[in-house]
């Protein structure tokens, strides 16, 4: 896997670049990565990318990963020697009509053998029936790997990139013919009893166990560190003790309270009503250690057509967050004996093995073709 970086305000080398993978026989499709901080405007973007012949697609991101190193600014493209057939969503529409404007697409993209890219709004409200609806197309054979566009600030605006320009509350989409080894896993482990969550509204947990769902995860969380858990240390303590939800034969699926409200409890990502929950802790060592098995998942399942010295990292940015300057040690861990590039996300999307496509809070996906 190749990939190329950019720095912020060189809009003449992003332009070169772009330019020359446009023009080359072994490019095929382009992956178009841009942080958040210092990035193009929109106005000199759209302009040049509606130029771009081959497929482009891609968004903005709280940072990037180029060659084992975090980038706070700056593009990344990852051209690929294979053709996307890529495809802009409108996410203020409904399932059905997902369905209809990917059976007009996509209607042929039914190879077992492939893969597809997924980049989406991270703040849009409709996510989780677009990713339904993705399922039920494309079904369990096909490889998703993906993540949330967007900025830190978790403010809204335009994210999506894809040839047409940049676009808000959005997703786009490529199917490839090609097949693709995924690792999926974080090094969270569960401390707690299993939980109800027995109301919810939207990405806000309401009760659990038909109490206030911050009154119970108090309880536990106090009982397992020994602080007392309030609003003014929520965002702190809470990144250490997310919330799990148990999958039958596959990772553990996260999801990450970044903030208390006065309904209860907000997550980044939905847990919906009925969901059974515990309660995870982790630390440095043990999210290294789910970094490292992600890159032996992703390595055993490839076969001698893929490029195996090359990984796609999906990694999430609250996992930063939460590692800090240690975080180097997880690039080093997948980054050894290997090229790693790709985007630090607001949540992962991915499917593991025969599983359901989902997104994932504070995990990390590797990919290779």
Known sequence: MRSFYIQAKDINSLENHLTRLDLE????SILFLMADDDRFSEKLLIP???TIKKPLMG????ELIFDGERKKSGVLLIPLPFELRSQLFDLSEGPDEFL???????GKSMDPLSSLFVFV???SQNKESFMQALFNFFGMNTSYIGGGAGSLSLESMP???????VHSNSSVIGWGNKSMSLGVAHGWHSFSGVLKVTETKRNIVTSINWRPAFEVYKEVVEEHSGMNLTSDNFSELAQSYPLGIEKLDAEMVVRDPFKLCPQGLHFVDAIQEGEYV???HGDIESLIRGASKAKTLALSKSDENMDQDS?????????VLFMKEFYTKELETVAKNKHVSGVLTIGEIANEGDSFLEIYNKTIVLGLW
Do not use: H, Y
């Open 25 to 28: 026989d072994e490019t095929k």
């Open 48 to 50: 040049f990318l509606k």
């Open 59 to 62: 968004g903005i991101f709280p």
């Open 100 to 106: 209809n404007q990917l059976e007009k697409i996509q």
């Open 121 to 123: 709004d991270a703040l």
């Open 159 to 165: 994210c999506i990139i894809n040839n047409q320009g």
């Open 278 to 280: 515990k309660v995870l």
């Open 311 to 319: 990984l796609f990292c999906i990694d999430c940015i609250s996992r």
